[in-house]
């Protein structure tokens, strides 16, 4: 069965594109067919798994009727991954998005896309909009994003408010599969103190252990257009990647104890 | 730089025990007042500091008790196994009960350190060779959800195992025998690179045997692992941490608490 999960964040440049690569790999290594649909206009996953260099269609093209969804998909050499790019989006058809999103299609195809693989994650565009409003609509699970910066963590309630209402208004399977803390510097006593303030005020249970460091592997990565994961800079990051694909597979496996002691086993005939 | 209003802090917290369906203000995360709250900020100069810069250098207590366990041997009369021919296993090596590797973490009960240490950078702290390796084996399995594995030479003699579900030593030896065959099969298909064998054992499990060299030595670590699990990504990233170990090379700067996350 698949899951979809979005990975967002109001605040932009928390490392959003980076992580959905990088956990999209690890996922795709452990569990198999993993797809990485990017909704955000800036393109970064196109840029960074170098799909641009495999097709230029994406789900812009998908939407418009101009392309099949299986000619807009780029497969990694190892099947591990598969990535749904945005396509050729001229600016004055960026609107047009926006409308998809609001008007259901934009989810349609998103959910299409679901009987193929094991996980789908989708990258989110920053901020509350009708295509993160979209994405939350699909998924069954949201990865909130933030850095150790103030302003990000003081967006934190508002997005929260939105999957709230999302969760009891339109999509009641959306759950909430924990904070994750990215482009953590442990050199600096700015975001250690804001981490431990975090850990002191959030639930445990909402935090998730792994923590991604600010690390110039990541651009490096992103120079040879490649998943950090691959690349044979830093150990460290493959490590901490293949924990975070762990512990999200080790909460979903959670929730469902969870869900079997409060209904009982599910009936196979 | 502290945050000095908590009140966004406070309601994202509420909210997250709401999504999450914990009770309210339950566990550690519990809502702080603006006005009881005091920033935790080490001065530039406090005795706070100079612990908090000392700490991860302290040895680990196992690594402690070892070397005691190792100066006084007659009074570990259960030991369950001596050391190997290579003397790279501990005197006093307890096993772990057969089960498979748990999947599901405990929940915490205390509260959890700044930055948390991966357990192979625990395991790097101690003293002998084969407590590394069997420390980095533990990790291994329960990061990628395999019930057990074993490390051995060419010739098939134990370095380190975890959670056997046979005597490890015939695991190894065995390793050593389909390593061989494995050898001759790529030869005789001309793919001599070939390092990796996996058979399924019964209808739920599978063994996956991956060779690697070491300068001109050959070693084998051997997982045993349910037939679902794709084991590729976790041994490529073990086997790397397991040449760092046998090599004796740089261990410490690669994985040591010193450099964390």
């Known amino acids: ?269 | 730089m502290a945050l000095h209003d908590y009140s966004e802090l406070n309601e994202a917290a509420e909210m997250l025990r709401r999504l999450l369906g914990l009770p309210k203000g339950s566990c550690q995360g519990s809502s702080i007042e603006h006005s009881t709250w005091k920033p935790f900020l080490i001065e530039a100069n406090s005795e706070l500091k100079t612990i908090a810069q000392r700490l991860p250098k302290l040895p680990t207590e196992p690594a402690v008790s070892r070397r005691k366990m190792t100066a006084q041997p007659t009074q570990l009369p259960n030991a369950e196994r001596t050391g190997g021919a290579r003397g790279l296993t501990s005197p006093h090596t307890t096993k772990p009960p057969l089960a498979t590797a748990p999947l599901v973490n405990q929940p915490k009960t205390e509260k959890a350190p700044l930055v948390e240490p991966l357990p192979v950078d625990r395991s790097i702290e101690s003293v002998f060779t084969s407590d590394r390796l069997s420390a980095l084996l533990e990790a291994m399995c329960r990061r990628g959800g395999f019930n057990g594995g074993v490390i051995a030479d060419g010739s098939g003699l134990l370095l380190a195992d975890y959670n056997c579900p046979v005597e490890a030593e015939a695991v190894a030896a065995c390793g050593s025998v389909l390593g061989g065959a494995m050898e001759q099969a790529g030869a005789l298909l001309g793919q001599n690179e070939a390092s990796t064998l996996s058979f399924d054992i019964n209808y739920v499990d599978k063994v996956a045997l991956h060779r690697f060299n070491l300068e001109r030595d050959s070693f084998f670590l051997m997982v045993i692992c349910p037939q679902s699990v794709d084991e590729r990504s976790e041994i490529e990233v073990s086997i790397e941490q397991i040449r760092a170990i046998l090599s004796l090379k740089s261990a410490h700067s690669a994985f040591s608490p010193s450099n964390p996350i």
Not at chain 1, 76 to 88: K, P, Q, R, Y
Not at chain 1, 113 to 142: E, R, T
Not at chain 1, 151 to 171: D, G, M, Q, R, Y
């Open chain 1, 1 to 269: 069965m698949s899951r979809t999960i979005t990975v967002a964040s109001q605040k932009g440049g928390v490392g959003k594109t980076t992580i959905t690569l990088n956990l999209g790999y690890c996922l795709g290594r452990m569990a198999g067919g993993t797809l990485l649909i990017d909704l955000d206009p800036q393109g970064g996953m196109a840029l960074a798994s170098n799909l641009r260099n495999r097709t230029r269609l994406g789900l812009f093209d998908i939407l418009k009727k101009r392309a099949k969804p299986e000619e807009a998909l780029a497969e990694a050499s190892d099947s591990s991954i598969t990535v749904l790019g945005l396509g050729e989006v001229a600016p004055s058809e960026i609107p047009l998005f926006e409308e998809a999103a609001w008007d259901g299609s934009l989810g349609q195809v998103v959910a299409d896309m679901s009987a193929k693989f094991h996980y789908i994650l989708i990258d989110a565009p920053a901020g509350i909009g009708g295509v993160v409003h979209a994405a939350l609509s699909v998924s069954q699970g949201v990865l909130l994003v933030c850095d150790c910066s103030a302003l990000t963590l003081k967006s934190v309630p508002v997005f929260l408010a939105v999957v709230e209402h999302i969760k009891e208004k339109f999509n009641p399977a959306l759950r909430l599969e924990g904070v994750l803390i990215s482009l953590f510097d442990d050199t600096s006593p700015n975001d250690r103190t804001v981490l431990e303030q975090v850990r002191e005020i959030f639930p445990p249970e909402a935090l998730f252990n792994t923590l991604i460091p600010y690390d110039a592997a990541f651009e490096e990565a992103s120079l040879d257009a490649a998943p950090a994961v691959l690349t044979d800079t830093s150990l460290k990051i493959k490590r901490l990647f293949l924990e975070l694909a762990s512990e999200l597979r080790e909460r979903e496996l959670a929730a469902l104890h969870k869900a079997l002691a409060t209904d009982g086993p599910p009936r196979l005939f």
